[in-house]
Every structure is written in C-alpha cells, then in structure tokens.
C-alpha cells in the first residue's frame, strides 16, 4: 500500500509539476503521497467494504491510474518571489548557517531521544484513548466510515473531521494492532517543517530565514506534543495548511491550474483532519477571495477560482461533514447554523459547552485568571518560540510599508490576525471550570495555524533587515532549547526524558549515520547488485526489528495499567464490552476494552438523545440493554470525583454480573453463566 501510494505520487508530480525543486517538490510529493494513503482507504469504507484486501485492491487500481497521468508541457518557473526587492547580499551568512544547523540538530535529537522513550510503550494521551484509536477499531470492525462512534456521555468527539485517524487507520489495519499508530505522525511533523520552510521561500524570504521560521513552530510544544508523544493527528492538519499555502503563493504568481489543484486539495486536507481546520480554512479562502478580486483579475475570475477551490476543498475533507449530515442532520455537530437568525441546522442543547466551553475573551478582563492559569499555559504550550513568533507579526507590519510586491505577505498577515481574532472566541479555548480554565495549553494548537503564517512572514520581514536572519536563526536555536527544557519535564509532556533516553537518541543518530554513508558508497559504486543486496538486507532488518518492536509492545501494552483493564486484556474470547459510567483523565479504559488485537466489540451503555449519547435515567432501559444486546463485560467508570460504586454498577450487579477486577476507577463485571 505505501509503495503504491509513494509510486503514485511520483509518477503523478514527476509527470504535472515538472517544475517543481528543492522543498517544493518534496512538499507535492507529501501532499499526494498522503491524499493516495487517505483514497485507498476511504474509497473502500464509502462503499461498506473496508478491508486488507480492498485496500490492496485500491492500491493497484491508484498505482495503474498514475502511469496513465499524461506529462504537462513544462511552463516557465514562475518568478521567485520577491516580496520587496529581494534579500539582502549576505543574508545568509555562516553565523545563521550553523546556528540554524544546531537547532535542527537538537530537535532531530530529541525526536530521537522521545522514540528511543516511547517506540515500544503504547500511548496514554486521552482523546488518542477516548475516540481517536477506537473509531478506527470500529472502523475495522465495520467495514465502513457511515457511523459515528462516541464513548463518552455528553460530548460528541466522534464528529470531528477525521482524515487524521484515516491516516492512522492506515497503519492500524494490516496488523490488526496500533503497535506502528503512534509512529504514524512523526514523518508528517517533519513535513510541516518542510512546508513552512517552502512557504517563506515562495513569500521572498532568504534561505536561512525561511529555515529558521520553520524551526520556530517545529521548536512550539504544541506541535511536538500532539505529533511525538500523543498521537493527536494535529501535525496532519498544519502541513496541508502549510502546502496548501505554498501553492496558493505560486498560482498567484504563475496563475498555473495545476498549482490552484494542490492548492484546494491540500487545504482540503486539513479541513478534514480538525475543527479548527475548518474554520482556519475558510478565513483563507476568504482572504484569497479579496486577494484576488483586489488584485484586478475581475471578479468573475475570481469566482470561477474560488468556486474551485471550495469544491477541491470539500473533496479532500468534505466527507466527514456529510457523514454529520447524513447520521444527525447537521454537517457540524453540534453546532446550531442560524446566520442572521435563519435556521439552517439546529442542534440540541450542549451541556458541557454551556458549562466548560469557556473562550479566551470570557477572560479578557480577569488578570486574576490570567496571572494564575493562562499565562502559566501558554509558557508551557507555545513557550519562547510563540513569543517571537507573535513579535514577528508585528514587526513583519511595520517593515509591510512600502515593500515592492508585498501582496502575499500582507495577505499572510491578514489570514493570521483573523485567526487568532477567531481563535480568542473559539468554546474550549480556556476551557474548564469557571473561573478556573485548565485546557488552555492543549487547547492553544487552534491558535497555531496563525503561527505558520506568522513565521513566514517573520522570515520574509527578517530578510530585509541587515543581520535579520542571523539574529532569526538566534532566537529560533534559543527557542529549540527552550522547548527541549520543556519537553524533557514531565509536568509538561507526561514523559520523562532522561539521560539514558539521550544517549540512545544519540545512538540511534550514529546508527542512521553510517547506513546514509553506506548507502552513498553503494550508490557511488554503481553496482547495481550490491544495490539490490543492500535493499533486501534492509528489509530483512526492518521485518525482523518490526516484529521484535510489535513483540516487545504486545507484551506491556497497558497492562498494569489499572487491574480491570489487565482483565479485559487478558480475555481472548473476542466478547462485547459495554462501557458504562464516566471516568477521569487516567488511562482510559475505551481502546484496552478492545483487546490486544482490536477484535472485541465495544459500545458505551447509554441512549442516543437528539444525536447526544446519554447516560441511562433507570435501571430497566440500563439492564434491558445490556441482556438484549448480550454483553459479557460491563466495564465501569467511577465517577468525577471518584465514588465507591456509581449506579451502573449497582444495576449490573443486581442483574447477576459479578466483579472480576476493581480499582478506585473501574470495576469490570462478568456477565453471568447461563444455566
């Protein structure tokens, strides 16, 4: 499937973007290689029918298409842009070369540092427990994405646009094991880097700038949390923004269809992964719109090219919003669509929204609660890198007046500040309690679609200035150390990096040393024999080490975690889980409840109420459902707070189930014998 997907994408971008060098080509071959992996597993779950054999199948039929893509003529590359003159001589002098070089140094490090922790350890995170893992087990389970699964009472994770756990799904599925999931997103985080390091060439910005812009969000905790350490699909989201931005540039340039193609199919793909892709998606959209209309190109130019757009948008990521559309009647559950008081979609009542769904500006005028929770949030989620990154908005503002071609750069600044206008009202953005917002942190990755635009107009504005990119390449070597001070404290990423952790990142980096140099001496030689060798040994090498790795994660994957879930995973019988009660932020017990291997059926124990999964008012709906439908665990949660026995747990036990493991979290019950 990969080497279909990877093929594909070459013979696609190789034959339609002859023009393309350097990062640019790096990032279509990214982007297309992604949306291959996506089609060849959504096609076949759109049609009920997902499986290993479908996707294979896909697989072929996408690889087959590809050699039929005829060669466009190669235009002429359109100008560089310049952005206001171009770069002063000597912008890119030796002092940002190697501090630049040291940055990306450390964070290759600590990447290597973090899988060396966390390659064999399932992960923890909660929403990577709570709907992101399970939905694709039952995805698998199904055969088919026409559903919506939920495990949680009274919130509605299983309506997010989901192109991110696709991705996951990809690597899940031919295992039947999420041994290779939390791995899935680390490439994708380097293509972030990659494509807001395109982005800032295609603005003007010069080499090492643009290198130290893309340092700075790779360098933002809330990027290399969600993408190292927790398996949130954010990192997915962020590079389609970035590439989709990098094509919008060139067609703006070039005017090439080809450009506005990647454009709207790379926007589209992050439209589809988060909410807040949704909405950063639209606002550039709308700037490109005015951008274009203001540029003189007519507006029925720019109607034509903006109704493309939206339509390319919607077919990378509008299959989610049907989904919504078709199972609730609403595309974006559970948010009511009244514009100007003129019903479109209704939605019911959102509890939890009313009562933790807390926004930026409700805080606008409480330093208290600035001074005690925000502020300590953002020092740990955005920390230095964030800082300058905000500095830079302002500073590319200023040094805007006047500059030659700066169209683009000030469309950039534009689609930034919107954002973050959007972002201070976004529900969640200081969520929690009232007067005590405690997912600021977490939460702050819907500011950073912002920040990409930020650093490439940061870079650009750097550019200008006579020591600008070495003092860039500074601040962005001080923010890297910054976030590894950071990460490396488990308050902050829940993992402690220690020194063993160090020295086998550095070991890892020797190992990937030599093979380059090998590879390179092969190359040289010519041979293509010792070539062909040298491939098979390292496939050799990779199954034999997958399989330890797949062997070695199996054996501790979550047990010890809590005792009902060691049960649960110590049953190989395939059964029906029902999941009952409400537990806290410890290890989540909806993905364990799946078994090892993903086979077991599990369901939340609650009613469907106007699309909002409840919890049961009475005993006999509670009891009634659990006897028709033929459950043999009920597994429940303890509360928040903690109780000693939820209600659940009575009515279970008052049908006959008996306790098999407990906690002062979960009490998982067996159903009882039959006579």
Not at 38 to 54: D, E, K, Q, Y
Not at 307 to 323: I, S
Not at 350 to 368: K, M, N
Request: proline share 6%; charged share 15%; aromatic share 8%.
């Amino acid at each position: 499937m990969s080497g279909a997907a990877l093929g594909a994408a070459w013979l696609l971008v190789s034959r339609r973007y002859r023009e393309l060098a350097g990062a640019d080509r790096i990032v279509a071959l990214g982007l297309y290689a992604v949306l291959a992996v996506l089609a060849v597993h959504l096609l076949p779950a759109m049609l009920g029918v997902l499986s290993r054999a479908s996707v294979l199948a896909a697989s072929a039929l996408l690889l087959a298409l590809a050699t039929l893509v005829p060669r466009a003529s190669a235009p002429a590359a359109p100008p560089a842009g310049d952005g206001g003159g171009g770069p002063p001589a000597g912008a890119d002098g030796p002092v940002a070369v190697w501090l630049n070089r040291a940055a990306i140094g450390l964070l290759g490090l600590l990447g290597l540092a973090v899988a060396h922790d966390q390659a064999f350890v399932a992960p923890t995170a909660v929403d990577t427990l709570n709907f992101h893992l399970p939905g694709v087990a039952a995805w698998i389970e199904t055969g088919s994405i026409w559903q919506i699964d939920v495990y949680l009472p009274f919130v509605a994770p299983g309506h997010y646009p989901n192109n991110g756990d696709a991705l996951l799904l990809a690597a899940v599925l031919p295992w039947q094991s999420d041994f290779l999931a939390h791995l899935v997103l680390w490439p994708v985080y380097a293509l972030v880097g990659v494509a807001v390091y395109a982005l800032a060439r295609e603005l003007g910005a010069a080499r090492q700038a643009s290198i130290s812009a893309a340092v700075l969000i790779l360098a933002l905790p809330a990027v290399i949390l969600p993408a190292l350490i927790n398996t949130y699909p954010d990192a997915l989201m962020l590079f389609g923004f970035a590439a989709g931005l990098v094509f919008l540039v060139r067609h703006a340039r070039g005017g090439e269809t080809r450009e506005l193609v990647a454009a709207g199919l790379a926007l589209g793909l992050s439209f589809g992964t988060k909410w807040y892709g949704v909405s950063a998606v639209a606002i550039v959209l709308l700037v490109w719109f005015v951008a274009t209309w203001a540029r003189g190109r007519g507006l029925g130019r720019a109607v034509r090219d903006g109704a493309a757009l939206a339509g390319l948008v919607l077919l990378a990521g509008g299959v989610w919003l049907l989904r919504n559309w078709i199972e609730t009647g609403n595309p974006v559950f559970p948010v009511k669509v009244a514009p100007f008081g003129i019903e479109l979609f209704d939605a019911p009542r959102d509890v939890v929204r009313e009562r933790a769904g807390f926004t930026i500006a409700d805080y606008l005028g409480d330093p208290g609660v600035w001074g005690e929770y925000i502020l300590p949030q953002y020092r740990d989620a955005l920390a230095f890198a964030g800082a300058v990154l905000l500095a830079g908005l302002v500073l590319a503002a200023v040094r805007l007046r006047g500059a030659a071609g700066r169209g683009p750069v000030a469309s950039c600044l534009a689609a930034a500040v919107v954002i973050l206008l959007v972002y201070v009202v976004t529900p969640y953005s200081a969520g929690g309690a009232e007067g005590a917002p405690t997912i600021v942190g977490g939460d702050s990755r819907y500011a950073v679609p912002a920040l990409v635009l930020a650093a490439a107009a940061l870079a650009w504005s750097a550019s200008r200035l006579r020591r600008g990119p070495e003092v860039l390449a500074g601040l962005a070597a001080l923010a890297v150390i910054d976030a590894v001070t950071r990460i490396s404290d488990d308050t902050v990423s829940l993992i402690s990096i220690d020194a063993g952790n160090w020295l086998g990142g550095l070991a890892l980096a020797a190992l990937a040393a030599l093979a380059w140099l090998a590879w390179r001496s092969l190359s040289r030689a010519g041979d293509r024999r010792l070539v062909a060798a040298a491939l098979v040994l390292v496939v050799g090498v990779a199954a034999v080490a997958g399989y330890g790795m797949q062997k070695r994660f199996h054996g501790n994957r979550y047990l010890g975690a809590d005792p009902a879930v060691d049960a649960i995973l110590a049953d190989g019988s395939e059964p029906r889980v029902g999941l009952a009660g409400v537990w806290d932020n410890g290890i989540s017990p909806v993905l364990p409840a799946f078994g090892p291997r993903l086979e077991n059926e599990v369901a939340y124990l609650g009613p469907d109420v106007d699309g909002f999964l409840r919890r049961y008012p009475t005993r006999d709906e509670f009891v009634a459902r659990v006897e028709e439908d033929g459950y043999e665990y009920v597994l429940v949660g303890h509360g928040i707070p903690r109780r000693p026995m939820l209600r659940e747990e009575r009515w279970a036990r008052s049908a006959g189930f008996e306790e098999v493991a407990s906690s002062d979290r979960l009490t998982l019950l067996r159903a009882p014998s039959p006579q």
